[in-house]
């Protein structure tokens, strides 16, 4: 509490800005989140191609980039539906809650230092507080209900199971990443997004804090409901999730949203530990930082925003959807209580420096490279026997070193159903049994002399 109350203001000065500069930065923000999504499809359709061996959109317009534009045509001139079953009201506000809070989290983002806009010396910045980063939390958590309150709404089983779904996983993803925010308010002193980026003028946190930082990707990634954690969308298994029963530009909605929402939490990753807007080490000494200075820094914001963007587009043509007691698995019993062990740590550091002058950075780095030593371990620790049994394959898969081939075996075993492997058979249905026991029984109380019990016909009604 002692350190955060230090240095409780933001540093960023926005005391010369008028009504129509604050207009300003409001438009420029919301046509660079528009255009980079337009950006955004492009790349990512023309990085999976080529991550997959195939062209990809290369005939609409230079380089295929004209496709972004004819997809976006495509959904504002589709048919729109109204669900005769549906909420029309809730309906309708649940792709709006969900677009229109996507564009709140940039208002705080800082994108360059103090520059001089038509006279006026100004941020580059919208605006600041000092509780910033608790803001970003706080408008994330409300871009939820526009997903459960569409998917709700639909009066439909595939989009409801969709948006339950997606509040279990961010509300389980969103208190891993809380935990790794937490531990750069300590090291920075302040919740102020400005501040935090001046607090790594020396070294950024995504390398201080490594363990918090991969803990933030890994749920960022589980947040925004990108592959490999696009559960509530599984196309294989629920169509498409919250969004089933939604066309043209409801629909369109939702995907500006999380494409904005991808947008977002690379922000938040660029600001929080990967220096914000200041320039990468080695250009950080051309010209005694002049590269740190004027417009410059807006150039290094948006292509480390860029790369955090493309890692996540990478992950997509990489690696396939988890099952969804895999994600929650990962998301309680290991991301949280390794979130949890390092800010103990942190805090421990924070108050061992207190009374002792000690190195910040140096301690750091040693915790984060025992901890990334630790995570790399645990990974690569051999499965037991037991571990195979419920880990290589799903629980109550009967597998041939398990279940001898020709057995019965409980489909139910790992709380849902499962297939049988060939050679292996399955219990006696039990609504057979009862029905088979039912026709005995009407069999037994059929007077005698009666053929109504034995007889049975066909379409036609002739005796068989």
Do not use: C
Request: charged residues 15%; hydrophobic residues 55%.
């Amino acid at each position: 509490m002692t350190i955060l109350a230090a240095s409780a203001l933001p540093t960023a000065d926005f005391s010369e800005d008028t009504w129509w500069i604050w207009l300003i930065k409001a438009v420029v923000i919301l046509l660079f989140l528009v255009g980079s999504v337009i950006l955004a499809l492009w790349v990512e359709r023309r990085g999976l191609g080529r991550m997959q061996t195939r062209p990809g959109p290369n005939v609409t317009g230079p380089l295929g980039f004209g496709q972004a534009f004819a997809d976006a045509l495509k959904l504002v001139l589709k048919e729109d539906f109204w669900l005769k079953g549906a909420d029309k009201l809730v309906y309708l506000l649940g792709p709006f809650i969900a677009a229109f809070t996507s564009f709140l989290v940039y208002a705080v983002l800082p994108f360059g230092p103090e520059v001089s806009m038509f006279g006026i010396t100004t941020p580059l910045q919208l605006t600041d507080m000092p509780v910033a980063v608790v803001y970003i939390l706080a408008v994330t958590s409300l871009g939820v209900y526009g997903i459960v309150l569409g998917g709700w709404s639909a009066n439909s089983t595939y989009p409801l199971l969709g948006a339950v779904r997606s509040s279990a996983q961010i509300i389980s993803y969103e208190l891993s990443m809380g935990l790794s925010l937490v531990s750069v308010f300590l090291v920075s002193g302040s919740m102020s997004t400005s501040q935090i980026v001046d607090a790594q003028t020396q070294l950024w946190w995504g390398i201080s804090l490594l363990p918090a930082f991969a803990i933030y990707f890994v749920s960022m990634v589980g947040e925004v409901n990108r592959l490999p954690f696009d559960l509530p969308e599984a196309e294989g298994e629920l169509v498409a999730g919250h969004t089933t029963e939604y066309s043209s530009m409801k629909f369109a909605w939702f995907y500006l949203a999380e494409y904005i929402n991808m947008l977002n939490v690379s922000g938040v990753a660029v600001t929080l530990f990967l220096g914000g807007w200041r320039v990468p080490f080695p250009l950080s000494a051309i010209g005694d930082g002049v590269l740190n200075t004027g417009w410059w820094p807006v150039i290094w914001f948006v292509v480390k925003v860029w790369v955090v963007m493309f890692l996540m587009i990478w992950m997509r043509g990489t690696l396939l959807r988890f099952r969804y007691d895999q994600f929650m698995n990962l998301g309680w019993k290991v991301l949280i209580p390794i979130a949890l062990v390092w800010l103990v740590a942190v805090a421990i550091i924070q108050g061992v420096r207190q009374f002792a002058d000690v190195d910040l950075t140096t301690l750091l780095l040693w915790i984060a490279g025992a901890f990334a030593v630790l995570m790399v371990v645990l990974l690569l620790w051999p499965a037991t026997k037991k571990d195979e049994g419920t880990g290589a394959a799903a629980p109550g898969v009967a597998r041939p070193d398990i279940v001898p081939a020709g057995s019965d075996f409980d489909a139910f075993a790992g709380g849902y159903p499962v297939p049988p492997l060939p050679g292996q058979t399955l219990p006696p249905s039990p609504r057979r049994a009862r029905r088979e026991a039912a026709a005995m029984a009407a069999t037994h109380r059929t007077p005698a002399g009666s053929t109504a019990a034995t007889h049975t016909q066909d379409k036609e009604g002739h005796d068989v």
